[in-house]
């Protein structure tokens, strides 16, 4: 039974993982993309002016 708890939490740890990098990808687009690009630039430009 050693190697069932010696699997779990890689297991669960590539199984968060997963669901992370899918939420990052679907977060990608969408109504706020625009807007959020908008900042972005703008924070940008802020920063390379300093």
Known sequence: ???I????PPLVMAI?????VRAII???GGAQKAKEDAA???MARTATAE
């Open 40 to 42: 972005a630039e703008a």
């Open 26 to 28: 679907r977060s990608q």
């Open 1 to 3: 039974m050693d190697y």
């Open 5 to 8: 708890s010696a699997i779990v």
């Open 16 to 20: 968060g993982f997963g669901f992370l």
